[in-house]
């Protein structure tokens, strides 16, 4: 299977930055769509963005982290990024990490491999 370990989580205040990794193996991660999603306590896991198979960048973002939020890859380490600027509270929650075989990939079944989450705490 395809293995996908997230990092870069953590404790920071309203307004800070913070990088999230997410290392694969067992694969090219250019061949996959590769996704971020969020779960806080006691809500349904969420997408927040997907950089597309195949292209040179092209992503898609859920509305509430449009403009704050970017995905990226590195295909030579072969490690997916989601750089969050402006935190706010309501971004406090576990960040999975996820492979599609989609192009358009926005639903939690799209997903054929997880990481095992990482997690993110704005708080003040």
């Known amino acids: 299977q395809v293995q996908l370990v997230e990092s870069g989580g953590g404790l920071v205040r309203p307004g800070d930055a913070l990088t999230l990794s997410c290392a694969a193996s067992?694969?090219?991660?250019?061949?996959?769509?590769m996704g971020w999603f969020r779960q806080a306590p006691g809500k349904e896991r969420e997408f927040v963005a997907a950089?597309?198979?195949?292209?040179?960048?092209?992503?898609y973002y859920a509305d509430s982290v449009k403009g704050r939020f970017t995905i990226s890859r590195d295909s030579a380490k072969n490690t997916l990024y989601l750089q969050m600027n402006n935190l706010k509270p309501e971004d406090t929650a576990i960040y999975y990490c996820a492979a599609s075989p989609l192009r358009i990939a926005v639903a939690q079944r799209d997903y054929n491999y997880w990481g095992q989450g990482t997690q993110v705490t704005v708080s003040s």
């Open positions: 067992g694969h090219t991660s250019n061949m996959w769509t």
């Open positions: 950089a597309i198979k195949y292209s040179s960048g092209d992503a």
